[in-house]
């Protein structure tokens, strides 16, 4: 905590040096990047800041979906008039991005920082926008990964979520917290017709529901799909199982799909029309990957499961009693921070019994009747 709070001190010293105050700046640019878990992280405070500043002309300046396979931008996400215009870097040269930037003449910068950004990348890019850009206001800049003493701190230290880390930086930057966070997604009337359309396939529609996301973009993060098959086994019988993910997931879903009441919807569905069908799901069992945000976000029940590669509370949804995390404990390896990782031990810790007695509580709330 020592080195965390002495590094953002200097942080905060380059912030005061290099940039001013401006409390009614008539063009903002957003910094964000990340996939599509970062991009639903950071929805609620782009909606603050909207609602902050409703009379500014905001852009973001983001690298994610434009080119990168796989990747969803956050321009097929986010509702229209959060941002005046969206400024995707992916595969556009330094030269290029720094003349249309400079070009705009930003009277401040937000720096929606990623929790896991070097010191010396926060340096970087202070320097980058206020003397390359040219902008003279900007806030956002934070140290918040500390990678020794790893155990120690997930030991003994809870991490904010995402989100709540982003509403922090606003809050105290003078942007007032919203009381509930607010996920403004861009739903059009096709969105809920194909919804629609696809539940016509359902072959017993009046079963409750459960939504499965069995994949993940990192591999370590991914539950076995053969536990995943135990849990579907136990329920398929007396609920609807749905799967939930990208073409990527078809292969991975197959073995699961031989049971009655389950349907893969791998590749069919986009983002949005993925949280539209999940709100209609009365439970949804996910890894920790992109659909998992999408499910609260979109105001459906989730029980996670989480590998221990990375510092518990990090990218949990918001800790509400809705909302269950599965995540092993005692293992040798955790908080790795690996990119791969040859055993996944954490996850194969995490046996499909547990998970099924979670489902089962849950479920036997939801679907007990109400008293007349």
């Known amino acids: 905590m020592t080195y965390w709070r002495l590094s953002n001190f200097w942080i905060g010293i380059f912030q005061w040096l290099l940039f001013g105050t401006n409390k009614a700046p008539g063009k903002i640019l957003v910094f964000r990047t990340g996939s599509i878990g970062d991009s639903i992280c950071a929805m609620p405070a782009m909606d603050a800041l909207r609602e902050h500043f409703p009379d500014s002309c905001i852009h973001?300046?983001?690298?994610?979906?434009?080119?990168?396979?796989?990747?969803?931008?956050?321009?097929?996400?986010?509702?229209?008039?959060?941002?005046?215009?969206?400024?995707?870097?992916?595969?556009?040269?330094?030269?290029?991005?720094?003349?249309?930037?400079?070009?705009?003449?930003?009277?401040?910068?937000?720096?929606?920082?990623?929790?896991?950004?070097?010191?010396?990348r926060l340096l970087r890019d202070m320097i980058f926008f206020r003397f390359f850009i040219g902008i003279r206001s900007g806030f956002g800049w934070q140290h918040s990964r500390v990678l020794f003493f790893r155990k120690i701190q997930e030991k003994y230290l809870r991490y904010a979520d995402e989100r709540q880390r982003l509403n922090g930086i606003l809050e105290r930057n003078g942007v007032v917290k919203r009381r509930k966070d607010q996920f403004p997604f861009h739903i059009e009337n096709h969105d809920r017709q194909k919804v629609g359309q696809v539940l016509e396939q359902v072959l017993y529609p009046e079963l409750p529901a459960i939504g499965m996301v069995v994949g993940a973009k990192r591999p370590q993060n991914r539950w076995p799909v053969s536990y995943f098959n135990e849990v579907v086994r136990h329920f398929s019988s007396t609920h609807n199982i749905y799967l939930f993910g990208g073409p990527e997931d078809q292969a991975l879903v197959k073995p699961l799909i031989g049971?009655?009441?389950?349907?893969?919807?791998?590749?069919?569905?986009?983002?949005?029309?993925?949280?539209?069908?999940?709100?209609?799901?009365?439970?949804?069992?996910?890894?920790?990957?992109?659909?998992?945000?999408?499910?609260?976000?979109?105001?459906?029940?989730?029980?996670?499961?989480?590998?221990?590669?990375?510092?518990?509370?990090?990218?949990?949804p918001p800790d509400e009693s809705q909302h269950t995390v599965i995540r092993a404990k005692d293992i040798a390896c955790t908080v790795c921070l690996s990119e791969t990782c040859g055993d996944n031990i954490c996850m194969k810790k995490i046996a499909p019994a547990d998970v099924i007695e979670k489902i089962e509580a849950y479920m036997t709330v939801m679907l007990k009747p109400e008293l007349p």
């Open 259 to 316: 049971h009655p009441n389950v349907y893969s919807f791998c590749g069919t569905l986009t983002p949005v029309q993925t949280g539209l069908f999940m709100q209609k799901c009365h439970l949804i069992l996910s890894n920790d990957t992109g659909p998992m945000h999408i499910a609260y976000a979109f105001g459906a029940p989730v029980v996670a499961i989480f590998s221990n590669r990375d510092f518990p509370g990090r990218w949990y």
């Open 60 to 120: 973001l300046l983001t690298n994610a979906g434009k080119g990168r396979q796989k990747l969803v931008s956050i321009e097929s996400l986010i509702r229209p008039g959060i941002f005046d215009k969206i400024i995707n870097y992916e595969g556009l040269e330094r030269k290029a991005l720094t003349r249309l930037l400079a070009d705009e003449h930003y009277d401040q910068v937000v720096h929606l920082t990623q929790y896991n950004a070097p010191f010396l």
